[in-house]
């Protein structure tokens, strides 16, 4: 008995099929929605490829006119009073070194070890190119022909108040500049806690030595006492 062949399917029948049971309504739209489509995501890649961030917008350059305001200027002042975020220096002994324009005597805050490590960093890498790092006045560049500033170590500067300093420093004095943008007013104060050590170090007593006997100066290798200095 001979078994009949199924016969091979055609492979566009299930297209039309398919197509036959879509109402005209919806090929209609299905094709009006491909041809939409198209130019969107045309547009969409040429947008993409234009610049247009904040380009294209009403904005003043700077120092231009303006007939807006009544001075004819576009660039506004302040309003009076104004203090950018931040800035406030309600303190004026800690951020300018003087109450009511007179120097203050001692720091601001307490000094301990990390302050004057802290200072003598940033005495090493601002103040030793001219002042060298005893502080005698005889830097790097002094050697160069730059002019010699004041040692530390003189009465008149021993003797200087603590805001003294700060305020050089902040403001400049002489052929010195100001060194407020570089240096932070913290770290300012910790440099005038160095410099105060540095002056304790050249001028101190055998009394200020930790467990120093003040009627003995230690000795020297090869037994020769070490002259005291005044």
């Known amino acids: 008995m001979m078994s009949k062949s199924k016969p091979s399917r055609d492979p566009g029948s299930g297209i039309r099929d398919a197509a036959k049971r879509l109402r005209p309504g919806q090929v209609r739209s299905r094709g009006l929605k491909a041809l939409y489509l198209f130019p969107c995501a045309f547009s969409l890649v040429v947008i993409a490829g234009c610049r247009q961030d904040m380009h294209d917008q009403p904005k003043y350059r700077g120092l231009r006119s303006s007939a807006f305001f009544e001075d004819g200027s576009s660039a506004r002042p302040l309003v009076e009073g104004t203090v950018?975020?931040?800035t406030l220096q309600e303190d004026e002994a800690f951020f300018t070194g003087?109450?009511?324009?007179?120097?203050?005597?001692?720091?601001?805050?307490?000094?301990?070890?990390?302050?004057?490590?802290?200072g003598q960093e940033r005495f090493?890498?601002?103040?030793?190119?001219c002042h060298d790092r005893t502080g005698?006045?005889?830097g790097m560049i002094v050697e160069r022909g730059y002019r010699q500033p004041p040692s530390f170590h003189l009465d008149r500067l021993r003797q200087a108040d603590a805001g003294h300093f700060f305020d050089v420093m902040t403001n400049g004095f002489g052929v010195m500049p100001d060194y407020k943008a570089q240096?932070?007013?913290?770290?300012?104060?910790a440099i005038v806690a160095y410099i105060r050590a540095l002056q304790l170090s050249q001028h101190a007593a055998a009394s200020?030595?930790?467990?120093?006997?003040?009627?003995?100066?230690?000795?020297?290798?090869?037994?020769?006492?070490a002259p005291e200095r005044h």
């Open 208 to 225: 200020d030595v930790p467990g120093g006997d003040p009627a003995k100066v230690p000795e020297r290798g090869g037994g020769g006492r």
């Open 124 to 129: 090493d890498i601002y103040c030793s190119p």
């Open 98 to 118: 003087k109450i009511d324009k007179v120097a203050v005597k001692e720091l601001p805050f307490a000094v301990d070890e990390r302050v004057l490590n802290r």
């Open 136 to 138: 005698s006045g005889n």
């Open 183 to 189: 240096i932070a007013p913290r770290d300012r104060w």
């Open 84 to 86: 950018a975020r931040g």
